[in-house]
């Protein structure tokens, strides 16, 4: 499928569409998308491949804000559900292509804006600020989330990194993930998050229990764990927004 576009009309090759408009504006996400892809595969070219990918995440932004391994795994998972509508031509190589330039767009931005490197995390305030940047309010599914720190509490990277991205009413966050991201960026502690789409951040028993698992977790592996926040609604908890299972004790 080396010339994919070939196959398309006029009419809807995406190139031709970018070039020909008054403002990128115009062109639909897939579109843009199908610009960086290049190729799909057999029977499936390279529009429907992109509008597949845009489906695996939801949104936009949540593509945008993925690295290669979160593209890998979104892939995975979407062909696992969708058995007779699999993404496509979709290997390593274009995921670390994709990886890069979504990775150039959020450095463009981090230049206009704060680098939370410099920050110096002591509360739980402070890392609810941050993590509520990385998840938009009214997403329909939970998501797990890692903020690695060095031994003075300073985020090692620009933004969190999302290790898990789960159904409507659940995430499975293994502590193989959430610490071989921490091991990844040599994090001497993290502070973990997730949200909760019903928009009350009440933790729940498995939230506890699975808190528990990597409290021990961190032990073993001298990874120290901060805090596990749990994400709601801005005006949940009394307008605080979030649930720190520290203050309540889960965490000693």
Same mark, same amino acid.
């Given at each position: 499928?080396a010339?994919?576009?070939?196959? !398309?009309?006029d009419k ?5 569409q ?10 639909k996400p897939?579109?843009l998308?199908?610009?960086l892809?290049r /190729?799909?595969?057999a029977?499936?070219?390279v529009?429907?491949?992109?509008r597949?990918?845009?489906?695996a *995440?939801?949104?936009v932004?949540e593509?945008v804000r993925?690295d290669?391994? /979160?593209?890998e795994r979104?892939?995975r998972?979407y062909?696992? &559900?969708?058995g007779? &509508?699999k993404?496509k031509?979709?290997? $390593? =190589?274009?995921? =670390?292509?994709?990886?890069a330039a979504?990775?150039l ?5 981090? =230049?206009?804006?704060?680098d939370?490197? $410099? %920050?110096?995390? /002591?509360?739980?305030e ?6 509520r ?13 890692v903020l690695?720190l060095?031994?003075k509490?300073?985020p090692l990277?620009?933004?969190p990194l999302?290790v898990?991205?789960? %159904? ?6 293994h502590?193989r993930?959430v ?6 960026w040599?994090a $001497?502690?993290i502070?973990?998050a997730h949200?909760?789409?019903s928009?009350?951040p009440?933790?729940?028993k ?5 808190t528990?698992r990597?409290v021990e977790a961190?032990?073993? !592996? ?5 805090d596990?926040?749990i ?6 908890e009394?307008g605080r927004? *979030?649930?720190?299972l &520290?203050k309540?004790?889960? %965490?000693?």
């Open positions: 499928m010339n994919d576009f070939k196959t !398309l009309s809807v090759k995406p190139r031709e970018l070039r020909d408009a008054v403002s990128p504006s115009e062109l897939e579109a998308l199908a610009i892809l /190729t799909g595969a029977g499936c070219n529009l429907e491949t992109a597949r990918l845009l489906d *995440f939801g949104s932004a593509l993925s290669w391994r /979160t593209l979104h892939v998972d062909n696992k &559900r969708h007779d &509508r993404i031509g979709v290997g $390593q =190589l274009k995921m =670390l292509e994709l990886a979504f990775e767009v959020r450095r463009g931005y981090e =230049l206009e804006g704060e939370i490197r $410099q %920050l110096n995390i /002591t509360k739980p402070e890392s609810y600020r941050i993590f940047e990385a998840v938009h309010i009214g997403e329909e599914q939970e998501s797990f989330l690695p060095d031994a509490r300073h990277c620009t933004a999302r898990t991205y789960g %159904l409507a009413d659940q995430t499975v966050a502590p993930e610490f071989k991201a921490a091991i990844r040599g $001497q502690a502070i973990i949200n909760h789409p928009g009350d009440t933790p729940s498995d939230d506890i229990r699975l528990e990597l961190s032990h073993i !592996l001298g990874i120290q764990l901060l596990h926040l994400l709601g609604t801005p005006d949940s009394g927004g *979030f649930v720190s &520290r309540m004790g889960v %965490l000693t």
